[in-house]
């Protein structure tokens, strides 16, 4: 399966309650404009800023947005902003929620003159406000205060202010520039300086950066935008998401947080052109931690790299010590460490089963070593797919047990893990076919039938023919 982001499956995945469907009226107050088929172009034509809610009457995730949502527009009302929302039922007008490609619920989208952006701020009223006026205001806040002070007053945590002497050197001018193009990432701020034009970075709890001229603007932003070792949560995911650097989380409680902060940060500046070091709150994310980072203690560190996760060893007192942190990275890379596996217990042999059950750490004995061809299919408990093939499969697992030179298997694939990077996984059912001493997969990708799967390992199974008489 492809790893690197499971991890976060928790903030992504919605949850649906299918109750009564209300009227619009019912869920939307008067400052909340509804949209029909065709009249969403007529709407962004005659509004310069419009934000868009695509819901869907069921979703509970949209029912717990939705009040929030209504308010947002109040404040908005009530600043005489000329911001507009407007809420779709994407149920109902399927021709536009087909046009803007939504697949999911809610969905937000903003477009600022005509030019659509995508939803990237927070779930509350207050959020939801911050997020627009920072989308669509002014990208420079000139200060004449101290700036920790504003930071500090307005709970900004992350900053990038300016010291200029005029308004027309080519610091000023690429950092308005600059400031446009990455307005979700941060705040900018400029003072009147008549000394100097100097540039920082500012992020909570963390120590001021400042710009060398020598580093191309945009790549100071974009490195600097991340903290060296900050909370990761639903509103800042999609940018690590986004990243190509690798995440190394950090489990912890606050009180362990306070104790390994700075160690962790100055190995974090060590490792920072690879990795972005990301804080997973303990206890409000450690069954997440423990189901698919692998943890079993806190505090604790799992690094995702590209080529599997590793975990690191005695780690209440390793995380004290940055130089325990870097060398573990530093053996991670020369081979030293052991990949961690996600994986269930492995099952006793059930003889009488005719679906061999295969976990993470029996998934190369099995699949691999058996010396059969094996036909596995990696399924999660939840899927319905899954659950309209498990007769299916059943069947086919039944009426082949008397070939001894097949295993039909099955693996959980929301619990377990493979080693191998051939055999990765993005949905479910997932169905491969390896044969006998290959370690090769053959994706299946046939009809999900009797006959579908017997023609298939007619095709490439050791011994043929394969039947179901008899």
């Not at 120590?207 to 945009?218: G, H, Q, S």
């Not at 995380?319 to 020369?334: G, M, Q, R, T, Y």
């Not at 993470?360 to 099995?366: E, K, L, M, R």
């Not at 993005?426 to 001493?437: D, E, Q, R």
């Given at each position: 399966?492809?790893?690197?982001?499971?991890?976060?499956?928790?903030?992504?995945?919605?949850?649906?309650?299918?109750?009564?469907?209300?009227?619009?009226?019912?869920?939307?107050?008067?400052?909340?404009?509804?949209?029909?088929?065709?009249?969403?172009?007529?709407?962004?034509?005659?509004?310069?800023?419009?934000?868009?809610?695509?819901?869907?009457?069921?979703?509970?995730?949209?029912?717990?947005?939705?009040?929030?949502?209504?308010?947002?527009?109040?404040?908005?009302?009530?600043?005489?902003?000329?911001?507009?929302?407007?809420?779709?039922?994407?149920?109902?007008?399927?021709?536009?929620?087909?046009?803007?490609?939504?697949?999911?619920?809610?969905?937000?989208?903003?477009?600022?003159?005509?030019?659509?952006?995508?939803?990237?701020?927070?779930?509350?009223?207050?959020?939801?406000?911050?997020?627009?006026?920072?989308?669509?205001?002014?990208?420079?806040?000139?200060?004449?205060?101290?700036?920790?002070?504003?930071?500090?007053?307005?709970?900004?945590?992350?900053?990038?202010?300016?010291?200029?002497?005029?308004?027309?050197?080519?610091?000023?001018?690429?950092?308005?520039?600059?400031?446009?193009?990455?307005?979700?990432v941060a705040k900018f701020f400029i003072k009147k300086n008549d000394k100097h034009d100097k540039l920082y970075c500012y992020r909570k709890d963390e120590d001021k950066v400042e710009y060398d001229e020598k580093t191309?603007?945009?790549?100071?932003?974009?490195?600097?935008?991340?903290?060296?070792?900050?909370?990761?949560?639903?509103?800042n995911y999609r940018f690590y998401a986004e990243s190509p650097k690798e995440l190394v989380w950090v489990c912890a409680t606050n009180e362990q947080y306070e104790e390994i902060k700075k160690e962790v940060r100055l190995?974090?500046?060590e490792l920072r052109d690879k990795t972005h070091f990301v804080l997973l709150n303990i206890p409000e994310y450690s069954d997440h931690a423990k189901a698919s980072l692998g943890l079993t203690e806190f505090p604790g560190?799992?690094?995702?790299?590209?080529?599997?996760?590793?975990?690191?060893?005695?780690?209440?007192?390793?995380?004290?010590?940055?130089?325990?942190?870097?060398?573990?990275?530093?053996?991670?890379?020369?081979?030293?460490?052991?990949?961690?596996?996600?994986?269930?217990?492995?099952?006793?042999?059930?003889?009488?089963?005719?679906?061999?059950?295969?976990?993470?750490?029996?998934?190369?004995?099995?699949?691999?070593?058996?010396?059969?061809?094996?036909?596995?299919?990696?399924?999660?408990?939840?899927?319905?797919?899954?659950?309209?093939?498990?007769?299916?499969?059943?069947?086919?697992?039944?009426?082949?047990?008397?070939?001894?030179?097949?295993?039909?298997?099955?693996?959980?694939?929301?619990?377990?893990?493979?080693?191998?990077?051939?055999?990765?996984?993005?949905?479910?059912?997932?169905?491969?076919?390896?044969?006998?001493?290959?370690?090769?997969?053959?994706?299946?990708?046939?009809?999900?039938?009797?006959?579908?799967?017997?023609?298939?390992?007619?095709?490439?199974?050791?011994?043929?023919?394969?039947?179901?008489?008899?």
């Amino acid at each position: 399966m492809n790893t690197k982001y499971i991890s976060f499956f928790l903030f992504l995945i919605p949850y649906i309650f299918k109750n009564h469907v209300s009227a619009h009226e019912d869920m939307f107050n008067e400052n909340v404009t509804t949209i029909h088929d065709g009249e969403l172009n007529k709407f962004i034509t005659n509004n310069e800023i419009v934000l868009t809610m695509f819901y869907a009457p069921w979703c509970g995730h949209c029912k717990r947005l939705i009040p929030e949502y209504n308010e947002a527009a109040n404040i908005l009302l009530e600043k005489k902003s000329n911001i507009k929302l407007v809420s779709i039922d994407a149920t109902t007008e399927s021709a536009l929620a087909q046009e803007y490609g939504i697949t999911g619920y809610p969905t937000l989208i903003l477009f600022n003159k005509k030019n659509r952006v995508n939803y990237g701020g927070g779930r509350t009223a207050q959020t939801i406000v911050e997020w627009l006026l920072q989308m669509t205001g002014p990208v420079l806040t000139e200060i004449t205060g101290n700036i920790e002070d504003v930071l500090a007053e307005n709970k900004i945590a992350v900053a990038f202010y300016l010291e200029y002497t005029s308004q027309d050197n080519e610091l000023f001018k690429n950092f308005n520039k600059a400031g446009e193009e990455n307005r979700e990432v941060a705040k900018f701020f400029i003072k009147k300086n008549d000394k100097h034009d100097k540039l920082y970075c500012y992020r909570k709890d963390e120590d001021k950066v400042e710009y060398d001229e020598k580093t191309p603007l945009e790549n100071f932003i974009t490195t600097e935008s991340f903290p060296l070792f900050g909370e990761i949560n639903t509103e800042n995911y999609r940018f690590y998401a986004e990243s190509p650097k690798e995440l190394v989380w950090v489990c912890a409680t606050n009180e362990q947080y306070e104790e390994i902060k700075k160690e962790v940060r100055l190995a974090a500046q060590e490792l920072r052109d690879k990795t972005h070091f990301v804080l997973l709150n303990i206890p409000e994310y450690s069954d997440h931690a423990k189901a698919s980072l692998g943890l079993t203690e806190f505090p604790g560190l799992a690094y995702q790299s590209n080529e599997g996760r590793y975990l690191l060893s005695n780690p209440k007192e390793s995380l004290k010590d940055h130089k325990v942190i870097i060398n573990f990275f530093k053996d991670v890379e020369a081979g030293k460490i052991e990949k961690s596996l996600k994986s269930e217990p492995v099952p006793e042999e059930d003889k009488n089963a005719n679906v061999k059950v295969v976990v993470g750490n029996s998934f190369i004995d099995v699949v691999l070593k058996s010396g059969k061809d094996v036909l596995i299919e990696i399924y999660a408990p939840w899927c319905g797919h899954c659950k309209k093939l498990e007769p299916i499969y059943e069947e086919l697992a039944k009426k082949l047990k008397k070939y001894d030179s097949i295993i039909i298997a099955k693996m959980d694939g929301t619990l377990n893990e493979t080693p191998l990077k051939d055999f990765e996984w993005s949905g479910f059912p997932t169905i491969f076919f390896v044969k006998a001493g290959s370690k090769v997969p053959l994706p299946y990708e046939g009809e999900r039938s009797l006959k579908g799967f017997i023609d298939f390992l007619n095709k490439h199974a050791t011994n043929t023919p394969i039947t179901v008489e008899g």
